[in-house]
Nanobody, 125 residues
Framework: QVQLVESGGGLVQAGGSLRLSCAASGRPLSNYQMGWFRQPPGKEREFVAAIRDVGNTYYADSVKGRFTISRDNAKNTVYLQMLSLKPEDTAVYYC???????????????????WGQGTQVTVSS
């Protein structure tokens, strides 16, 4: 099975940017569809962005136009570029994976079998 490790989180001022990385090991990244989720303090985990093995991308309305998900299969890494960050983006961000031949919805926590440990993103006002 695949193992996922996130990095790149930190403290940033509102309006700033961060790039999160998710390194996959154990299996080729090309075998998986990938997602980013986040869990704000005291709230449920929520969908942020996803990318299929063929490159189709999906975004939550709250991040559309500010965040970009991408993948580099050669590096076994998925990225989340975050621009124009807002205090409400503060959360623990999780990377998730599911097999490439999955045809159910791609935006729910339950759609994914594999998860990283998360990385904290804090946006100050």
């Amino acid at each position: 099975q695949v193992q996922l490790v996130e990095s790149g989180g930190g403290l940033v001022q509102a309006g700033g940017s961060l790039r999160l990385s998710c390194a996959a090991s154990g299996r080729p990244l090309s075998n998986y569809q990938m997602g980013w989720f986040r869990q704000p303090p005291g709230k449920e985990r929520e969908f942020v962005a996803a990318i299929r093995d063929v490159g189709n991308t999906y975004y939550a309305d709250s991040v559309k136009g500010r965040f970009t998900i991408s993948r580099d299969n050669a590096k076994n890494t998925v990225y989340l570029q975050m621009l124009s960050l807002k205090p409400e983006d503060t959360a623990v961000y999780y990377c998730a994976a599911r097999p490439r031949y999955s045809f159910t919805g791609i935006t729910s926590v339950g759609d994914y079998a594999y998860w990283g440990q998360g990385t904290q993103v804090t946006v100050s006002s």
